[in-house]
């Protein structure tokens, strides 16, 4: 015991002991200059020498740019070229799905679906117009197997008027005509996105609106177009003005057309336009 406390004091004492240091020139071997220290100042002056460079070093990483070339260090949402890069990524993806919605949109709008029924449809819609169920043809099962699942939907009345035409796809005419006072803005009847907001030679300012549940609405023979595409619309919020653009159209008012998985059908059947027929 007494020889490992003997060690111990040994040890301490030896790195305290002085040292004398001395520079020779090497010619004439005279002293140029000397310095004492010990081994524990010698420890200690290197151990503050590595703290203050360690501190030095970590400021260094910590306060400057050189963070973002060490890896797994640096975090690289901090870079300015990236933070463009993934503003530009965003746009272009919002492009995009705005341009996924508008293609999607026109084909459901412009391409008809085909309409399959069991036989209970046909007798059930035999029943209900008291005739034989091999006169029914497949539109009259279509329009009301569509029918009921759009009654689950509300609808807003885009512009409040007078039906000048109505819904007669004999003649090729897929929605309504409505007459309103000048100026009258025309409203989405759902929340949507806009596939179309566009100027055409037959239809003048017109605009498309994909909705839930694959419904589309067209809005045509606006004088003024109050969105574009791309835009996301709520129920009820203005998307033009009621006007007589276009070449097909003998006056001012709305064509309003609603298509269902890619089928027309009949606008007065779910939105009451508050108005007497002509």
Same mark, same amino acid.
């Given at each position: 015991m007494q020889d490992g406390l003997q060690a111990k004091r040994n040890w301490w004492d030896r790195i305290r002991d002085t040292y004398?240091? &001395?520079?020779? @020139? @090497?010619?004439?071997?005279?002293? $140029?200059? &000397?310095?004492? *220290?010990? *081994?524990?100042?010698?420890?200690?002056?290197?151990? $503050?020498?590595? *703290?203050? *460079? &360690?501190?030095? $070093?970590?400021?260094?990483?910590i306060f400057t740019p050189v963070k973002r070339l060490i890896p797994g260090y640096g975090d690289i949402t901090d870079n300015k070229k990236f933070i463009e890069l993934s503003k530009k990524i965003d746009a272009l993806e919002k492009d995009i799905s705005a341009y996924d919605t508008y293609t999607s949109g026109l084909k459901n709008m412009l391409t008809g679906g085909i309409y399959n029924s069991s036989v209970d449809k046909i007798d059930s819609i035999a029943a209900t117009k008291s005739i034989r169920p091999e006169l029914v043809n497949q539109e009259d099962i279509a329009e009301t197997s569509r029918t009921k699942e759009l009654d689950f939907l509300k609808f807003a009345t885009p512009v409040s008027g007078t039906i000048s035409a109505s819904f007669n796809p004999s003649l090729g005419h897929y929605g309504v005509d409505i007459i309103a006072a000048k100026d009258t803005p025309v409203k989405s009847i759902m929340d949507g996105i806009v596939v179309s907001a566009e100027q055409s030679v037959s239809t003048g300012n017109s605009v498309y609106i994909q909705h839930q549940k694959n419904v589309v609405s067209a809005y045509k023979h606006n004088s003024i177009l109050l969105v574009k595409t791309g835009d996301i619309i709520r129920t009820g919020q203005a998307v033009a003005i009621i006007g007589n653009s276009g070449e097909m159209t003998t006056g001012p008012h709305l064509h309003f057309e609603m298509w269902y998985d890619g089928k027309y059908v009949n606008p007065e059947n779910y939105i009451s336009f508050q108005q007497n027929k002509k």
């Open positions: 004398r240091i &001395s520079i020779l @020139d @090497d010619e004439n071997l005279e002293e $140029v200059g &000397s310095y004492n *220290l010990s *081994l524990l100042s010698f420890y200690i002056f290197l151990s $503050v020498f590595a *703290l203050i *460079l &360690s501190g030095l $070093v970590i400021s260094f990483i």
